[in-house]
Nanobody
Framework: QVQLVESGGGLVQPGGSLRLSCATALTIFRLYTMNWYRQAPGKQRELVATITSSGRTNYADSVKGRFTISRDNAKKTVDLQMNSLKPEDTAVYYC?????????WGQGTQVTVSS
């Protein structure tokens, strides 16, 4: 069953912004650590941002200060606000939900930063 669905990807110019959203049907959403990963062509999948069940956040050095992860436990969603986008941010972005017992992935959404 599909439990995570990303949206909001697209084409944006360098310096622009996008907001990605991940809608979930997770019964115990509030207990999950939520993550955004990305995978660029020819590169390994990398962790971009994390938000824990308590709201603690962490970011990859490459996006720190530009990206913001947030969650809404009532709506069971997690967002990634991406500002000051660079061409090297181009990748497929994946939503991930993880506990000690469960691990779920979204289908991915393409983000392309180009002039």
């Amino acid at each position: 069953q599909v439990q995570l669905v990303e949206s909001g990807g697209g084409l944006v110019q360098p310096g622009g912004s996008l907001r990605l959203s991940c809608a979930t049907a997770l019964t115990i959403f509030r207990l999950y650590t939520m993550n955004w990963y990305r995978q660029a062509p020819g590169k390994q999948r990398e962790l971009v941002a994390t938000i824990t069940s308590s709201g603690r956040t962490n970011y990859a050095d490459s996006v720190k200060g530009r990206f913001t992860i947030s969650r809404d436990n009532a709506k069971k969603t997690v967002d990634l606000q991406m500002n000051s986008l660079k061409p090297e941010d181009t990748a497929v972005y994946y939503c991930n939900a993880n506990t000690g017992s469960y691990n779920h992935w979204g289908q991915g959404t393409q983000v392309t930063v180009s002039s």
